[in-house]
């Protein structure tokens, strides 16, 4: 459910990936995500995933990345670089759309 993602109680900033051009920025945030299985990684990072799990299921990964006061999404389907979409928007601007989301679906 999208009110559980991490982004809608804390700040997503990463100044780093924010700055990466959003093919370098949506491969980083996809082995964080999907660490391959024969990694080293010890966790996995969710912190920037916003797609609903459904998206995900499918192959379609969506991050939403802050850095001083911005926003951007980020999404593509799974390892096809080619296609790599970012979405600039006012910081807070994601959270507050599922929010107002939330509160019309609650009402019907």
Request: aromatic share 12%.
């Amino acid at each position: 459910m999208l009110s559980r993602l991490h982004c809608m109680s804390h700040a997503v900033e990463d100044d780093n990936l924010f700055r990466l051009p959003v093919t370098e920025a949506y491969i980083e945030l996809c082995s964080r995500a999907f660490p391959a299985v024969d990694s080293d990684v010890e966790s996995i990072d969710f912190t920037h995933l916003v797609s609903a799990e459904s998206l995900s299921d499918d192959g379609y990964y969506v991050f939403l990345v802050e850095s001083a006061g911005q926003a951007k999404l980020i999404y593509g389907f799974k390892e096809d670089y080619d296609n790599i979409i970012e979405i600039l928007l006012s910081y807070g601007e994601f959270q507050g759309v599922v929010n107002t989301a939330l509160q019309k679906f609650t009402r019907l």
